[in-house]
């Protein structure tokens, strides 16, 4: 398969920049960028060096997920939305645990700063419950008593309930999410915790292929290591596109 001829299948790949090396990221960058959708900053790219990292990617035309994954008071989280709006990421994620009007206040003030600056408003998903949680550590450690698919499900529908854009669980709980969400045909299933049957599973529990994935209902999978860990990036990204073209033939 030619990776450029399948625009629709790159849009659904983002590789996430877990690193504290500039240099290493922006190699990846530059050899991925016209091959994915989308490049995932989480906190460990993002604490080492700021909105500047943000800027140097998008300057290379590339779509950013920022995976911050906000969790605070209301105030405070609308504060930050509106920072990472400005520096014009294209998603980005609070944690549903939140509560209502942490999101609402987030989802206001994204929506009002995007019209502000005059940009198009990046997509807002919630957390559900991290992929290296299991059932176990959900009920004796965090002391919720439902069983993980079932709290998973429940926090979708509350994501499909106050208008977010989508959310992000394992690929696991996607098929049970897709469901949830029917009615609306652009909400986004977001699925970290995606490992080719090449790749190792690391800290990841709750994981899928990337084929398993896109079947069980996922709209975007998240890929790390397995890409940027390869010797080959591009070829390890060769594969996983092969394996989402299966899927959806």
Not at 213 to 227: C, E, F, K, Q, S
């Amino acid at each position: 398969m030619n990776i450029q001829s399948k625009p629709q299948l790159k849009d659904r790949l983002i590789i996430a920049l877990d690193s504290s090396d500039e240099q290493e990221v922006i190699g990846i960058v530059d050899k991925l960028a016209d091959k994915i959708g989308y490049f995932k900053i989480g906190l460990e790219l993002f604490t080492a060096y700021g909105p500047s990292i943000v800027k140097k990617i998008k300057d290379k035309g590339c779509k950013i997920f920022f995976d911050g994954k906000f969790l605070d008071i209301p105030n405070t989280v609308s504060h930050a939305v509106s920072n990472m709006v400005r520096h014009k990421v294209d998603m980005l994620n609070v944690y549903l645990s939140g509560g209502k009007n942490m999101l609402l206040e987030a989802r206001k003030s994204l929506l009002e700063t995007a019209q502000k600056e005059n940009i198009k408003p990046p997509k807002l998903l919630g957390v559900t419950v991290l992929t290296s949680i299991t059932n176990d550590v959900l009920q004796n450690d965090l002391k919720i008593q439902a069983q993980l698919e079932e709290y998973v499900l429940h926090l979708a529908q509350f994501a499909v309930k106050i208008n977010l854009d989508g959310i992000i669980c394992s690929p696991n709980e996607a098929k049970i999410i897709k469901g949830a969400a029917v009615e609306n045909k652009d909400f986004l299933i977001v699925t970290p915790g995606v490992r080719p049957v090449w790749a190792e599973t690391n800290d990841q529990k709750r994981i899928a292929t990337p084929k398993e994935a896109i079947l069980n209902g996922a709209t975007h999978i998240v890929v790390g290591r397995p890409v940027t860990g390869s010797k080959d990036p591009l070829d390890a990204v060769k594969k996983i596109l092969d394996e989402l073209e299966e899927a959806i033939r």
